[in-house]
């Protein structure tokens, strides 16, 4: 069983900056591939980021590349999310997800173990 535990979120003005963390329990952390998922409210869950398993491969949504940074610590186990030039429109609960393969991928179904999410709030 892994836990994961987001925190970093917060209210910020809109060009302002955040960084999400999320710490995961156990000693395989460093096989999973890890992601960021976001959720607006009335929208379905939308893909971010993810992280390969050994931190050499990183994909982003089309629409964040150049903002957002996704990055992981395995001596920490800890992933995280940089994320800059914050809008209004990217204001949502923020998830992070690991997947046992070590692939990721931007699917939701693909990923075995979610957090309880961090709250985004982006003020114009």
């Known amino acids: 069983q892994v836990q994961l535990v987001e925190s970093g979120g917060g209210l910020v003005q809109a060009g302002g900056s955040l960084r999400l963390s999320c710490a995961a329990s156990?000693?395989?952390?460093?096989?999973?591939?890890m992601a960021w998922f976001r959720q607006a409210p009335g929208k379905e869950r939308e893909f971010v980021a993810f992280i390969r398993w050994n931190g050499g491969s990183t994909y982003y949504a089309d629409s964040l590349k150049g903002r957002f940074t996704i990055s992981r610590d395995n001596a920490k186990n800890t992933v995280y999310l940089q994320m800059n030039s914050l809008k209004p429109e990217d204001t949502a609960v923020y998830y992070c997800?690991?997947?046992?393969?070590?692939?990721?991928?931007?699917?939701?179904?693909?990923?075995?173990?979610w957090g309880q999410g961090t709250q985004v709030t982006v003020s114009s």
């Open positions: 997800a690991a997947d046992v393969s070590g692939l990721g991928s931007s699917a939701i179904n693909d990923y075995e173990y």
């Open positions: 156990g000693r395989t952390f460093s096989r999973y591939a």
